[in-house]
Nanobody, 124 residues
Framework: QVQLVESGGGLVQAGDSLRLSCAAS????????IGWFRQAPGKERELVAR????????AVADSVKGRFTISRDNANNTVYLQMNSLKPEDTAVYYC?????????????????WGQGTQVTVSS
């Protein structure tokens, strides 16, 4: 089993930055992938960024490219999502998730473990 706990969400103004954290515990293997998803009201959940637990492969969605960065801290078993130049359309609940199959995992159905989510609200 893998446990994931997100933190770092909040209310910010457009143009501000936030860093979300996903603390992982349990049996996690280097082959796993960790993804950050978001879901806005009335919209489908979308993958924002993903990274292999080993840190070797990382990707972000086109909608946030150049503004969001995903990274991993080996020592603290934590995956971060650094979000810069935030826009009102970034407002959503952000979730981290872990996929046992660490490659080709682009959809929420590919992920096996989920955190509880953290709210990010960006005001204009």
């Amino acid at each position: 089993q893998v446990q994931l706990v997100e933190s770092g969400g909040g209310l910010v103004q457009a143009g501000d930055s936030l860093r979300l954290s996903c603390a992982a515990s349990g049996r996690i293997f280097n082959s796993y992938a960790i993804g950050w998803f978001r879901q806005a009201p009335g919209k489908e959940r979308e993958l924002v960024a993903r990274i292999r637990w080993s840190g070797g492969i990382a990707a972000v969605a086109d909608s946030v490219k150049g503004r969001f960065t995903i990274s991993r801290d080996n020592a603290n078993n934590t995956v971060y999502l650094q979000m810069n130049s935030l826009k009102p359309e970034d407002t959503a609940v952000y979730y981290c998730a872990a996929a046992v199959r660490g490659v080709g995992v682009r959809y929420d159905g590919d992920y096996d473990y989920w955190g509880q989510g953290t709210q990010v609200t960006v005001s204009s």
